[in-house]
């Protein structure tokens, strides 16, 4: 028989760990989004509600230039808000939990461009921009001479990491084939990595990104939805399943969508707005979404990717810091140390020289994390005033 003492001690402190569990869970939550409306602090110039099926209004217009939106989450499901050129995403918020709303500030030309409105399968909005003398004088302050050098060693970064991703999705079809279903999960942990430090552009090719980086949460169907491809497919059938079933054509599509990628980022048109956009988007993606939750899932090797989420984060601030240093070098240092906080942040979660699984880490160190991701976002937010973009 069990002795009744140990009985009620063992209730106590399980108690004890849940109230800790569900009081670390709130800090972290309610820091998360302190850190985002701080970041923020405006009033937004439109307001999009997104319900199961649509954004409310589903036609926007705007003037051109800074423009900042708050969008509603109205559905019962996490949702993601993003403006788009064709396939290409100009800015977006994503892992928007039901019931909360997020702000995004947006640089806008005038033009006509699509609204995704919650999961992919729901209808596009409208939001048109009209011509103003703010987006007139944004456009004739880029100054092109500044970011010749920058511009073409990104290139070059987009084209060497644009070629090992598709050679490690080529390694990761080999061992799927192979059936080694241990060799297959080792082979994907090491094509998330080349991929990551290309996302801040590649996230910008919707149809693509779409295909590649999927997130069951984000489809109808879930992890049965037919658009549910790409790497987190795999990562499901190889870790959630342990097996390497019915992945063949899956590996397949993502080799042939890597190989497109692959011959976008070669020719994509780039620019220095572009240029500084980049790192502000990627970092706030990851401070109000990865962080919070986790992407992969299934693998649990979350910190693995965004340590090479850093990396080529770190590319592009090196990139532009070279820009800012002789124009304003406290904002210069203030980057450098943001991002140094950044790395030492992960380097300080790291066991026995490699990472633990992202269940492991505790809310508060995510907590930390997410703040100096944004407090980073924050000083690269200050680059366009600074050296002569709007």
Not at 216 to 221: D, F, I, K
Request: aromatic letters at 6%; charged letters at 20%; hydrophobic letters at 45%.
């Amino acid at each position: 028989m069990s002795d009744p003492a140990s009985n009620r001690h063992l209730y106590w402190a399980v108690a004890a760990a849940a109230c800790l569990a569900v009081a670390g869970g709130a800090a972290f939550y309610y820091a998360t989004l302190k850190n985002a409306e701080a970041a923020r602090g405006q009033t937004a110039d439109r307001t999009v509600t997104i319900t199961a099926t649509a954004c409310e209004p589903m036609e926007l217009s705007v003037p051109g230039g800074r423009r900042s939106f708050e969008i509603i989450n109205a559905s019962d499901r996490p949702i993601e808000w993003e403006i788009l050129d064709g396939v290409m995403v100009l800015a977006e918020r994503e892992n928007i939990a039901p019931g909360f709303r997020a702000g995004l500030t947006v640089q806008l030309q005038p033009g006509s461009y699509q609204m995704a409105c919650g999961l992919l399968s729901n209808p596009r909005g409208t939001l048109t921009v009209t011509p103003s003398d703010e987006a007139a004088q944004a456009a004739s302050e880029v100054t092109l001479r500044k970011f010749l050098g920058p511009l073409s060693e990104y290139r070059v970064y987009l084209v060497m990491q644009g070629n090992a991703a598709l050679k490690s999705a080529q390694d990761l079809r080999a061992a799927i084939a192979s059936g080694d279903v241990a060799a297959a999960q080792t082979a994907w942990a090491a094509a998330r990595l080349p991929w990551r430090h290309i996302q801040p552009l590649a996230y910008r090719f919707s149809d693509l990104e779409g295909r590649i980086d999927a997130r069951a949460t984000y489809l109808a169907g879930r992890e049965e939805d037919p658009a549910f491809t790409g790497y987190h497919r795999l990562e499901y059938g190889l870790f959630a399943r342990n097996s390497t079933e019915d992945l063949l054509p899956v590996a397949d599509q993502l080799v042939t969508d890597l190989e497109i990628l692959k011959t976008r980022l070669r020719e994509a048109p780039l620019d220095p707005q572009l240029l500084i956009s980049l790192p502000v988007d990627t970092v706030d993606r990851i401070a109000q979404g990865q962080i919070t939750e986790g992407e992969n899932i299934y693998a649990g090797n979350d910190l693995a990717d965004l340590q090479a989420s850093v990396e080529g984060v770190a590319k592009l601030v090196g990139l532009l810091r070279a820009v800012v240093a002789p124009v304003d070098p406290p904002l210069d240092e203030r980057i450098g140390a943001r991002l140094a906080q950044v790395q030492a942040d992960l380097d300080a979660l790291k066991q026995g020289g490699g990472f633990p699984p992202y269940a492991s880490v505790p809310a508060d160190r995510r907590a930390a994390l997410a703040a100096d991701m944004t407090g980073l976002g924050a000083a690269l937010g200050a680059l366009p005033d600074v050296i002569g973009m709007n």
